[in-house]
């Protein structure tokens, strides 16, 4: 499967924005997906991730109550719903899919997408 990422941008704290990832391919609601993010000089790190039915959600803790995940199999996109953005949520934001159930881990994530920047200015 090949994933693009699209949707960052430059917004204020306390703005939003909605980050999408499309999907090829037809087995797309197969993958469980996340989104990771990757600021600079430090590592990259979950921020969210969906089951393959959507029935279930994960969320890192500092992105809790503001940040929504979704998926949509029949346009073959997951999204990343991000409301009172906060100066530290800037980073590069990167999609990435799973056919071994998804979670919290990188490593479990065999494709991922080229990543969209999010600028959280203060």
């Known amino acids: 499967v090949q994933l693009q990422a699209s949707g960052g941008g430059l917004v204020q704290a306390g703005g939003s924005l909605r980050l999408s990832c499309a999907a090829s391919?037809?087995?797309?609601?197969?993958?469980?997906t996340g989104w990771f993010r990757q600021a600079p000089g430090k590592e990259r790190e979950f921020v969210a991730a969906?089951?393959?039915?959507?029935?279930?959600?994960y969320y890192t803790d500092s992105v809790k109550g503001r940040f929504t995940i979704s998926r949509d199999d029949a346009k073959n996109t997951v999204y990343l719903q991000m409301n009172s953005l906060k100066p530290e949520d800037t980073a590069v934001y990167y999609c990435?899919?799973?056919?071994?159930?998804?979670?919290?881990?990188?490593?479990?994530?065999?494709?991922w997408g080229q990543g969209t920047q999010v600028t959280v200015s203060s």
């Open positions: 391919g037809r087995t797309f609601r197969t993958y469980a």
């Open positions: 969906i089951s393959r039915t959507g029935s279930s959600t």
């Open positions: 990435a899919a799973s056919q071994e159930g998804g979670g919290v881990l990188a490593r479990v994530y065999a494709y």
